[in-house]
């Protein structure tokens, strides 16, 4: 059982267009971070949230924490082809001294 | 250096075969993880090392996987008598201060088992 879900799975989309992914989970966690990764290379942070309701934005990024610290979104406003990569959403759950876990990560494509 | 480095950066090895994989973290990082990232997945997590405590090795797939960690510096994973299913990439992370802030990754080893 994941712990993580993440949707969709694949998404390809036309520069400028506008995209949602979500990351779902049945637990509470501390905190949700957003990892970028391009082929090749590792997971590079882009934002961690840690308060329920909580909204960051980073350029054409928009990040939302749920209020029940269960799930969050990643908005991008319109996307460019440098967007194009895996998008992965890790936790610390609320409860024990576990390490981070990731979802499966949404692999977007935008195309010129 | 700057950042996590890991080597080998590839492998093909044979069924059967040993392999030991290692990780360099960034210096005065605390936490080391290491994870497994299937073709087109996500990042399965295997064992991580804080500090001087014991190892949590919940994630590790079965006994042929093993990890240690010198202090707070170098890290080695060692897969015994590979299989095709341990076909991945393996990547290493580190850490300040363990579940808290960023995680750092390397580039990964990318194991391919014939």
């Known amino acids: 059982t994941q712990l993580l879900e993440q949707s969709p799975q694949f998404l390809s989309i036309q520069e400028g267009e506008n995209l949602t992914v979500y990351c779902n989970s049945s637990?509470?966690?501390?905190?949700l971070q957003w990892y970028r990764q391009e082929p090749g290379e590792g997971p590079v942070l882009l934002v961690t949230v840690v308060t329920g309701g909580e909204v960051k934005k980073l350029k054409r990024l928009t990040f939302q924490f749920g209020d029940a610290r269960k799930d969050s979104s990643l908005h991008i406003t319109a996307a460019q082809p440098g967007d194009t990569g895996l998008y992965l959403c890790?936790?610390?759950?609320?409860?024990?001294?576990?390490?981070?876990?990731f979802g499966k990560g949404t692999r977007l494509s935008v195309i010129a | 250096g700057a950042g996590v480095s890991q080597s080998p950066s590839n492998k093909v090895t044979e069924k059967g075969k040993d392999v030991e994989l290692r990780c360099d973290p960034i210096?005065?990082?605390?936490?080391l993880y290491w994870y497994r990232q299937r073709l087109g997945q996500g990042l399965e997590f295997l064992i991580y090392?804080?500090?001087?405590?014991?190892?949590?090795k919940s994630g590790l797939p079965s006994d042929r996987f093993s990890a240690e960690r010198t202090g707070e510096s170098v890290s080695t994973l060692t897969i015994q008598r590979t299989q095709q299913e341990d076909s991945a990439v393996y990547l290493c992370?580190?850490?300040?201060?363990?579940?808290?802030?960023?995680?750092?990754f390397g580039e990964g080893s990318r194991l391919t088992v014939l």
């Open positions: 890790a936790g610390f759950r609320d409860s024990g001294n576990t390490p981070l876990v």
């Open positions: 090392f804080q500090g001087n405590s014991a190892p949590d």
């Open positions: 992370a580190s850490s300040l201060v363990f579940r808290i802030g960023e995680l750092f």
């Open positions: 210096s005065g990082h605390t936490a």
């Open positions: 637990s509470v966690f501390s905190s």
